[in-house]
């Protein structure tokens, strides 16, 4: 689950936030969203969580079939980490000469070229961040998830505490233990990996600090 909403929710909020920092046609409509963006900051994961079983566990909701599937998991993670997440995007993105998209238009380059070639490098260390907090915070999260999982979709975070209420503190310590290791080692892995990446994107801002 974890690696799920780290990997969707990091295109699906990085691809948000980059529609409503940089098109403003729809000033009154961006400014909707981005209000809307903070209202699950102000959610307690608990409430989602009980809003989310009051709505999809309805019989007559088409959607009920979602319940207690590894999908509402991730979409609900998704939702609870969105803010912060989104906010990170929306200051790198905000970092961005406001001009690059009308340089790329002055040319005729098109605009999907301009965002895979110029902003994704540019925004590498802040999609990096977002991808390694979903995916830590994914591990971790209890409140929420604790009322969608099924018997097939037990997460660590909760098998933690169904050990512990079991008496079984030796097993609820390990799982833990685990939990903490398979976040830091993703973390460790993502940091390794994105060097390479890092140094052939980010080389012109390196040159500028050693100057």
């Known amino acids: 689950m974890a690696f799920y909403t780290a990997t969707i929710g990091c295109f699906l909020i990085f691809m948000g936030a980059y529609l409503i920092e940089k098109t403003a046609s729809h000033s009154w409509l961006n400014n909707l969203l981005r209000m ?19 709505f999809f566990n309805l019989p007559n909701n088409p959607l009920n079939f979602l319940y207690g599937s590894m999908v509402l998991l991730v979409l609900c993670s ?15 993105l905000r970092q961005l000469d406001k001009e690059f998209e009308a340089a790329s238009l002055s040319l005729k380059a098109p605009l999907y070229r301009h965002f895979w070639r110029i902003t994704i490098p540019l925004c590498l ?15 971790t999260t209890v409140s929420a998830a604790i009322f969608l999982y099924s018997p097939d979709t037990i997460l660590a975070a909760v098998a933690v505490l169904n050990m512990d209420d079991a008496g079984n503190i ?42």
């Not at 809307?36 to 009051?54: D, K, Q, R």
């Open 36 to 54: 809307l963006s903070f209202v699950p900051m102000a959610v307690p994961g608990l409430v989602l969580g009980l809003g989310y079983v009051f």
């Open 78 to 92: 998704i939702a609870h980490f969105f803010t912060t997440a989104y906010m990170t995007a929306s200051t790198a």
């Open 125 to 139: 260390p802040a999609l990096l961040d977002i991808y390694r907090y979903l995916f830590v915070s994914a591990m």
């Open 170 to 211: 030796g097993g609820a310590a390990a799982m833990s233990t685990l939990i903490l290791t398979t976040s830091a080692g993703v973390s460790i892995l993502l940091s390794i990996a994105s060097q390479g990446v890092l140094r052939r994107t980010q080389a012109w801002h390196q040159r500028e600090a050693k100057q």
